[in-house]
Antibody
Framework: QVQLVESGGGVVQPGRSLRLSCVAS????????MHWVRQAPGKGLEWVAV????????YSADLVKGRFTISRDNSKNTLYLQMSGLRAEDTAVYYC??????????????WGQGTTVTVSS | SSELTQDPAVSVALGQTVRITCQGD??????ANWYQQKPGQAPLFVMY???KRPSGIPERFSGSSSGNTASLTITGAQAEDEADYYC???????????FGGGTKLTVL
């Protein structure tokens, strides 16, 4: 079945770096754009970044621009989020999500279960 | 602040109809997508386009749009519909994605 599995979360000190991964299965990863979305404790969903199916286009939210980089390795069916200069306000559950084909690039039709990032000294 | 505005909370009696709304300028040009999230779970995609339901979403869920407002309607709300609901669209610049602040639906 279609599945997205995130990993790489953990506790990290402010200013440090972390790389999240999302392994896709059950669909043709190479033909879908992908998103990262986060959710701070008790808060709503916040879009982080998007990458096109072939990596040609990437956009990220202003709050993370210059600190977070979205990338993908289609040979490994894997999406990444490289996070640097982490701040306490980056503490959240990070979800990867598949870009919908009929939703506009901003839609997400399949979601992973999320990985938790805690930024704390 | 979000470019999409949702009521923080809405309640509905079991079996009745409830409408959850989402307002924003981008909705004049682009359809909203809708997601349901239950506590401790990942979001679930429940509506897109002009009233289109993904496979597996019950028919009691429907969508509509008028002007700068998109709506998700649940006709005959069930206890299992109690959840947070989020709308999303693209922002005014066109290259970014925005979510509404979410609506907590309580089924009484």
């Amino acid at each position: 079945q279609v599945q997205l599995v995130e990993s790489g979360g953990g506790v990290v000190q402010p200013g440090r770096s972390l790389r999240l991964s999302c392994v896709a299965s059950g669909f043709s990863f190479t033909t879908y754009g992908m998103h990262w979305v986060r959710q701070a404790p008790g808060k709503g969903l916040e879009w982080v970044a998007v990458i096109w199916y072939d990596g040609t286009n990437r956009y990220s939210a202003d709050l993370v621009k210059g600190r977070f980089t979205i990338s993908r390795d289609n040979s490994k069916n894997t999406l990444y989020l490289q996070m640097s200069g982490l701040r306490a306000e980056d503490t959240a559950v990070y979800y990867c999500a598949r870009m919908g084909t009929m939703t506009g690039f901003y839609g997400m039709d399949v979601w992973g279960q999320g990985t938790t990032v805690t930024v704390s000294s | 602040s979000s470019e999409l505005t949702q009521d923080p909370a809405v309640s509905v009696a079991l079996g009745q109809t409830v409408r959850i709304t989402c307002q924003g300028d981008s909705l004049r040009s682009y359809y909203a997508n809708w997601y349901q999230q239950k506590p401790g779970q990942a979001p679930l995609f429940v509506m897109y386009g002009k009233n289109k339901r993904p496979s597996g979403i019950p028919e009691r869920f429907s969508g509509s749009s008028s002007g700068n407002t998109a709506s998700l309607t649940i006709t005959g709300a069930q206890a299992e519909d109690e959840a947070d609901y989020y709308c999303n669209s693209r922002d005014s610049s066109g290259n970014h994605v925005v979510f509404g602040g979410g609506t907590k639906l309580t089924v009484l």
